[in-house]
């Protein structure tokens, strides 16, 4: 696996910390969040791709999904107000504004910010959940929380919410509904990351499910009715995971990946000091009687310096019929093809790594890396947008599956593409 390309963080995503986060895919373009906004990028020649809009409008995560003419940031960071003219808020202000923003992206140069709506505890994360008819989208918000004393956060916060946006009226948007899903579980409040709510969210309509990890619960869901999202399971595990970071179905819908994100992104989880179960990703296959069953765990093999961030985070399924592979972010442990078909002994393809941010950098490699009609494309924290390309007989069929669009949290099966 190599780089072919890069798109670097030109202004005004030049900052210390204008940091890369997530992607999202329509067509021959890329959306690339950023906590200062967002970058679109023409990836049409993913040889040479190239930035055709840079939008600023700061809020951390800004992780990004897109809808048809539509674009969602979710941010996760009490601001002033909703706008993109905003500035840090206070958190205990009854007037502090975080949620979900929306912007018009009919014309990809020019994208147009319409509306946003404020959620419960801000949004750390969304997926995009389609309605029953085309008009209308759903957007389940993930955010984690309580804040003692604050007024948009206030304690249990046990819930989700979820958004309805009409796709013609997308200033209409509102939150209508925030089913309590996880008040019967106790919360061990002497865990360092110890949380109520979600990190993540995946959805996988076609067999309507959700996958939820949920910082220290792993949460299977019914999502029959998308309004009204039904636990099936939840399974904890204090021994392996530290915080419940993300979760992909396999295309089948028979196994979930949790993936552990132990350090919270900022430690060197990858230096051989540990355990290989921690800070890394666990397989757990869906009975008939959808219930979850864990097998194997994956972590990069290759030791990590004292000095580079790593640990498991966000990734996608690689299109191979047949065969359960992903591509995986590692931060500053690079990019990693995997194949868990056999759940009780995944292993590694390929990988990617560039080595240590210079001296003074603290944060730093792939943010998210999916696998996008032929190409791996991978938000580097400080580095941009990158693409790779990766040629093994085990992942070569993959590049014949051609996506109109790409929401990783929001999967369909490539038969579907």
């Known amino acids: ?28 373009y890329a959306f690339v969040g950023n906590y200062e906004g967002f970058t679109v990028a023409d990836i049409s020649d993913p040889a040479h791709p190239k930035a055709v809009a840079r939008v600023e409008c700061p809020g951390g995560q800004n992780d990004i999904s897109v809808s048809g003419d539509l674009l969602f940031l979710s941010i996760d960071e009490p601001r002033t107000d909703n706008t993109c003219a905003s500035s840090p808020g206070d958190p205990m202000s009854a007037t502090e504004w975080e949620g ?39 957007l389940y918000v993930s955010s984690p929380g309580p804040t003692p004393g604050s007024k948009s956060c206030p304690p249990p916060h046990e819930n989700i919410s979820i958004v309805e946006v009409p796709v013609d009226s997308p200033a209409r948007a509102k939150v209508i509904a925030k089913p309590e899903l996880f008040k019967d579980r106790k919360l061990d409040q002497s ?25 220290g619960d792993g949460v299977l869901m019914d999502i029959s009715d998308p309004v009204k999202p039904k636990v099936l399971q939840m399974v904890t595990d204090k021994e392996n995971f530290s915080i419940w970071h993300s979760a992909t179905f396999n295309d089948a819908g028979t196994k979930v990946v949790f ?74 442990g690079g990019v990693s093809v995997w194949d868990f078909t056999d759940s009780d002994h995944p292993k590694e393809i390929a990988y990617f790594e560039r080595g240590p941010l210079k001296p003074g950098l603290q944060l ?54």
């Open 191 to 215: 865990d360092a990351y110890a949380a109520a709510g979600c990190h993540d969210i995946t959805v996988y309509p076609e067999k309507k499910l959700a996958a939820g990890a949920c910082f």
């Open 364 to 417: 730093g490699g792939s943010w998210s890396a999916y696998y996008y009609n032929g190409y791996i494309y991978s938000s580097d924290i400080t580095k941009g947008l990158d693409v790779l390309r990766v040629d093994d007989p085990l992942t070569d069929p993959a590049k014949s599956v051609r996506m109109k669009e790409l929401n990783v949290q929001s999967q369909h099966s490539y038969g579907g593409a």
């Open 259 to 332: 993936s552990d994100e132990l350090g919270g992104g900022i430690a060197p989880t990858c230096d051989g000091s540990g355990s290989p179960t921690k800070g890394a990703d666990a397989v757990y296959e869906i009975t008939a009687d959808r219930e979850l069953v864990r097998h194997g765990f994956f972590k990069i093999p290759r030791v990590q310096s004292s000095k580079e961030n790593c640990v498991a985070h966000n990734g996608s399924l690689v299109p191979v019929p047949g065969r359960d592979i992903m591509v995986q972010a590692w931060y500053m």
């Open 100 to 138: 979900i923003r929306i912007f018009d992206i009919s014309e990809k140069s020019d994208p147009h910010y319409l509306a946003a709506v404020k959620t419960e505890c801000g949004s750390h994360t969304h997926a995009v959940v389609p309605g029953t008819t085309s008009d209308t989208l759903y």
């Open 1 to 28: 696996m190599k780089v072919i390309a890069n798109v670097p963080l030109d202004a005004p995503f030049n900052g210390p910390e204008a940091w890369g986060t997530d992607l999202a895919f329509q067509g021959g």
